[in-house]
């Protein structure tokens, strides 16, 4: 999803050697982008990496699928976008329409259609890897003309290959190390899989009136650590990144105003 801002110039989507995302604009850092979901900013508020969840994760904040409209602003922000000083990635989601329309995606990838990395040609075996995305959305009517649905469903599962290596500043020995420790040394993967949904429904009884109600959940398990120098799968650490959302919109306009009520909740 974020990756889709690295086509405008000045912006830097990146992948690290642990398959982390991360986006910036310019010459500042993670910290300095805010991201709006149908005016909604999606800023961290507890950790780096601007956008809530992307410290230190594989995964996505939003599902691409449920993207309708997608726009960048790197300078002369208007007073509705806060917490930015760099970039500002503002995208407006689906809705549903009067017929019924749906899409699916699906890619894999695992390491048998990849070479052999150094680390594993040295220890004449290969990690166990292989990178799945999957998705659906559908979106109809409730009621005709007045009321419809949308809903999506993405999912990742990622083992990112890595090796584990001795501290090159470590005591000499470390080759006579026990069999059952050296052999937590070189090829390794970085298990995570991710889960994210997001639903809406819309209602329009009056041709003044518009309320929207929307979800989105986003479940994340990853283990990190592993590849930091001389840390094996045996002293990983296990992240949960859980990012839960609900909006209610009600929009109202006459012949000379447009006036929008929007209540949030985040965890």
Do not use: C
């Not at 000045?10 to 149908?38: C, E, H, P, Q, W």
């Not at 040295?122 to 166990?128: E, N, Y």
């Amino acid at each position: 999803f974020l990756e889709f801002a690295d086509t405008v110039p000045g912006m830097v989507f990146t992948v690290d050697a642990k398959g982390n995302t991360s986006l910036r604009g310019g010459a500042l850092n993670n910290d300095s982008v805010n991201v709006y979901i149908d005016g909604v900013g999606q800023k961290s508020y507890v950790k780096s990496g601007g956008i809530s969840g992307q410290n230190g994760s594989q995964g996505n904040p939003f599902p691409q699928l449920a993207i309708g409209e997608y726009k960048v602003i790197t300078s002369n922000y208007k007073a509705e976008y806060d917490q930015i000083s760099s970039a500002a990635v503002t995208a407006q989601t689906k809705s549903g329409t009067n017929e019924f329309h749906g899409e699916t995606f699906y890619r894999y990838t695992n390491d048998a259609f990849r070479e052999r990395t150094p680390a594993e040609k040295a220890a004449d075996r290969k990690a166990q890897s292989e990178e799945k995305e999957y998705g659906f959305a559908l979106g109809g009517p409730i009621i005709k003309d007045m009321m419809h649905f949308f809903v999506t469903y993405e999912a990742k599962t990622f083992n990112t290959p890595v090796t584990v290596v001795a501290d090159p500043d470590a005591a000499p020995g470390i080759p006579y190390l026990p069999p059952n420790i050296a052999s937590q040394l070189g090829p390794a993967n970085l298990p995570f899989h991710e889960d994210l949904y997001f639903g809406k429904i819309d209602f329009e009884p009056t041709d003044s009136d518009r309320f929207e109600a929307s979800a989105q959940i986003r479940e994340e398990n990853q283990r990190g650590g592993i590849g930091d120098g001389p840390v094996a799968s045996s002293a990983a650490f296990e992240t949960v990144n859980n990012d839960k959302r609900f909006a209610v919109r009600w929009q109202h306009s006459g012949d000379f105003y447009f006036n929008e009520l929007l209540l949030t909740y985040e965890t």
